[in-house]
Every structure is written in structure tokens, then in C-alpha cells.
């Protein structure tokens, strides 16, 4: 499967790179949102692609645009990619692009934790709380909470490390009423997609959701949704209170990573060996087929 690292479209204005994602304008008010198969670990990007990567976050993220479509709107605008770009920029596009609405980012990250486990189960031993959301004494790691709770983050520029912040601090941020439709939205998502992967054989311990508002303040769910860079997906076979269950996600990069390589997580990242490289992309590649029943679609087959 080939890869794409960094995209190169010139037919279109580039708007700036993120860790996976590189972005263009298609006019005033769309965007073409590049899907690279960059992969970022402590928020370091690494410097191999793990081929086929992005499009399988896209295909995931367009499966779930379109099944929680009548919760809240998303950004999508139905563009075919290759239509915006020229002939000889298709293949950059094709299976990892979508065009968006050119929305105004909420630049607060709403994440949703169904299970005590990553930063949120370190929070808990050391205060009995997870962004100030107190929780009952003696949970155990990966334990199941009783309803999914809200602890939204601040996003950080390139390279640094979001920040989880209180509730309150959002409200802030960007207003009670915002805040309190965000919450409400993004646990109500977070059950409907929990609730379907289930019948998948697959626990969706925590995910993050971003949104966005157009020119009339309407409310978007944008960039990307329920993908495994965006969530923690456990198999419900192997799942058990007590230890961190596997992931189908890049945990083969950050154990690598934090046990064989001695890195102090920042940049530049040590090299990535072959075998990690394809034990993560096949990773992906199952979590894809597991949720969705799709396999990944290449550029022969897209």
C-alpha cells in the first residue's frame, strides 16, 4: 500500500499542517482536509508514515459523520476531492480527503470518558477526580464509571501538550450556554457510538470530539470522529478491570517508544522499525473492519 506522508496540492492555497492533517482552501467557505498517514505519539510526529493510515481514519470518520448525523451536523459538504483539485493531484486526495464547511474552531477539545483509564485513571489515584469531576472512592483501573463524564481539554499549539481544564474553565472560555450544548451533544454521541460498537465486539473507553461554528453561530462536529487516534477502542474479549486492556490504536508506537528506546518525547522522535510500523497499521486496519465491516479502500480499489 503506498503512503503519503505529506500531501503537495498546489492548484489550492495551503492553510497550514497539523500533526496528520494538511489543509486547503476551496474557495472562501470550504476546505479540503488531507488525511496524511503521519503519525504523531506524545505529541511528537513521527518521521515514517504508517502506509494506509490516513485512509483508514477517513473511511472510519465518514462511517460515523454519517451515523450520528441526526444528533448534531457535522462539516461535511458532499464534494467529491478529486473535483477541487487538479487531475494530477487526484491520487493525493482520493480515499483520504473530504471537503468541509471553512468553519470557526472552538479551540477546546470535548472529550468523553466512558472507562478510568490513560491521564484520567493518573488523575483519579491522585485526587480522586478527573477535571474536577469528583468520582466514588475505589475504582480500579479500566473500570467501567457509572455514567460517561465530560472533562474537556484546551488545545495546545503544534507540539505541546493539550490541557485538561475544569468544566468551568470552558464555560469561560467560550460561554455557558456553548458549553453546556457541547457537554450534552458529546456525551450524547459518545453513548449512541458506545452503544453500536458494543454489538461490534469493541469498548470505546474515551474519545474527544471537535466542533466548530459557521457564520450564522450554527454548531458543527468537524475534523475527525470516533477514528483510534481520536479514541481509545478496546476488544470486549480480552477486556479486564484491573490492567489496561490492549488497543486498537498506536500503542505499539508509545510502547516502543517508552520501553526499547529511552526517548525524553521530544522532538526529533527515534526511528520507527518495520515491525512497529506494521503492527500498528494493521491495528488500524482491524479496528476499521471490526466497527464498520469495511475493509480499507485503496487507490485501486477507491
Avoid at 40 to 48: H, N, T
Avoid at 148 to 167: M, Q, R, S, V, W
Wanted: hydrophobic content about 40%; glycine content about 8%; some cysteine.
Amino acid at each position: 500500500m503506498k503512503s503519503l506522508y505529506q500531501s503537495d496540492i498546489t492548484s489550492l492555497p495551503l492553510l497550514g499542517r497539523g500533526k496528520v492533517r494538511d489543509n486547503y482552501a476551496v474557495g472562501d467557505d470550504r476546505i479540503l482536509i488531507v488525511t496524511t498517514d503521519r503519525l504523531s505519539a506524545f505529541d511528537v510526529v513521527m518521521g515514517e508514515p504508517i502506509p494506509g493510515k490516513g485512509l483508514v481514519l477517513n473511511q472510519m470518520s465518514d462511517f460515523w459523520f454519517e451515523r450520528l448525523k441526526d444528533i448534531v451536523p457535522n462539516h461535511l459538504t458532499g464534494v467529491a476531492p478529486e473535483s477541487v483539485v487538479r487531475p494530477e493531484e487526484a491520487a493525493q486526495v482520493r480515499g483520504r480527503s473530504v471537503v468541509a464547511r471553512r468553519l470557526e474552531p472552538i479551540l477546546v477539545e470535548a472529550v468523553v470518558r466512558g472507562y478510568l483509564i490513560g491521564s484520567g485513571w493518573k488523575d483519579y489515584q491522585e485526587s480522586g477526580a478527573i477535571c474536577g469531576v469528583a468520582l466514588p472512592r475505589g475504582l480500579r483501573q479500566a473500570e467501567k464509571l457509572a455514567e460517561p463524564i465530560f472533562t474537556p481539554a484546551a488545545k495546545a499549539e503544534l507540539g505541546h501538550h493539550d490541557e485538561n481544564i475544569p468544566f468551568a474553565e470552558m464555560e469561560k472560555r467560550i460561554g455557558t450556554d456553548l458549553a453546556g450544548r457541547i457537554r450534552a451533544i458529546s456525551i450524547s454521541l459518545y453513548k449512541a457510538a458506545a452503544e453500536y460498537a458494543a454489538t461490534r465486539g469493541i469498548i470505546i473507553a474515551d474519545t474527544k470530539f471537535e466542533f466548530g461554528l459557521d457564520s450564522n453561530n450554527t454548531l458543527y462536529l468537524m475534523d475527525e470522529v470516533l477514528t483510534a487516534d481520536s479514541s481509545r477502542f478496546w476488544p470486549a474479549d480480552s477486556y479486564a478491570v484491573g490492567i489496561s486492556p490492549p488497543s486498537f490504536d498506536k500503542q505499539f508506537v508509545r510502547d516502543y517508544l517508552e520501553t526499547v528506546t529511552g526517548w525524553d518525547k521530544t522532538a526529533p522522535a527515534p526511528a520507527l522499525p518495520p515491525e512497529v510500523i506494521d503492527k500498528t497499521g494493521s491495528k488500524y486496519r482491524e479496528a476499521l473492519k471490526r466497527l464498520t465491516g469495511q475493509d480499507v479502500m485503496d487507490e485501486a480499489s477507491s
